[in-house]
């Protein structure tokens, strides 16, 4: 089993949204076909790690609603949905500097564990790309209540197997050409049982090239407080974000210039509800 460092703290400027009001994430299998509970959105950015949020890729994101389905880019190796019927595809294959972000809060969380899924496809270039110009995901959850980051995985399509991530090389185009990379999915424990009453956050975002010529994607599924049970066929590497062994390296691509005064006021609009 893999083990993963939880981070001390994590400055972003990402804003969370309205707070799901509940103890749980809301449609974390995403079996209603539908975002409820969540909050997307997505944008442009470039090579120099500058973000426009302006929400115009909407449809880059969806449920997938078909537990056979196997993504082409990973030659038919990866199943496009971890448990139950659905997932949610964030991001799509296309290039075009797009990404895409998920968010969700949950207030008074009383789960004493706290289980997540997720899978990675992102195209890498065979010309050399700088790290902030190459397809990339992140994936945070944060405590609110205090501004620690609970778990982080951030990697782009060159190094995922840096952080602990099992990372294959899948369909080679004629672009470049260019060879899509994936992991398998990835099943993520934390101990949530000194958390309770907190408030937690989670983010997570997949991001084409920075140049705009290469895609990137990830499935995410089953945001529950047991233990998923992996459809058949489904290959999982299991995370436990417990004990610390690994520290990740700082990456460039984390947003710049941005610090956690967007976190305290969260807190304190927190506060007045």
């Known amino acids: ?30 079996e209603n076909g539908t975002l409820s509970g ?13 973000e426009t949020l ?4 909407q449809g880059d994101s969806a449920v997938i609603t078909d537990a056979s389905a196997k993504d082409a880019n990973t030659n038919g190796n990866l199943f496009e949905v971890l448990q139950g019927s659905n997932s ?13 972000r998920l ?27 700088t790290e902030a110009q190459t397809p990339k995901f992140d994936f945070t959850l944060m405590n609110v209540t205090t501004g620690e980051t609970l778990y982080r995985v951030q990697f782009d399509s060159r190094n995922a197997s840096s952080q602990g991530i099992t990372w294959n090389a899948g369909k080679t185009t004629s672009n470049g050409p260019s060879t899509w990379m994936y992991s398998n999915w990835n099943v993520v424990h934390v101990d949530t049982s000194k958390l309770t009453g907190n408030t937690l956050g989670l983010i997570v975002t997949a991001y ?15 945001f529950q407080p047991t ?27 984390v947003l710049a210039g941005l610090g956690i005064a967007s976190l305290a006021l969260l807190r304190r609009n927190s506060g007045r509800k």
């Open 103 to 129: 968010t969700q809060t949950v207030t008074d969380y009383t789960g004493a564990d706290l289980y997540f899924g997720f899978a990675a496809v992102l195209e890498n270039p065979a010309n050399p790309h």
């Open 88 to 100: 949610l595809r964030l991001n799509n294959a296309a290039n075009g500097y797009h990404f895409s």
């Open 54 to 57: 302006n929400n115009s890729y």
């Open 227 to 253: 233990a998923p049970t992996p459809n058949e066929g489904v290959i999982v590497n299991n995370i436990d974000a417990i004990n610390l062994t690994q520290v990740p390296e700082p990456s460039s691509f």
């Open 208 to 222: 084409d090239c920075g140049l705009g010529g290469h895609g990137g994607y990830a499935y995410v599924d089953s």
């Open 1 to 30: 089993m893999k083990k993963i460092i939880l981070s001390a703290c994590f400055v972003s400027a990402i804003t969370f949204p309205a707070f799901a009001g509940t103890n749980d994430f809301t449609n974390g299998g995403f």
């Open 38 to 50: 969540w909050t997307l959105n997505s944008g442009v950015w470039n090579s120099s790690g500058a």
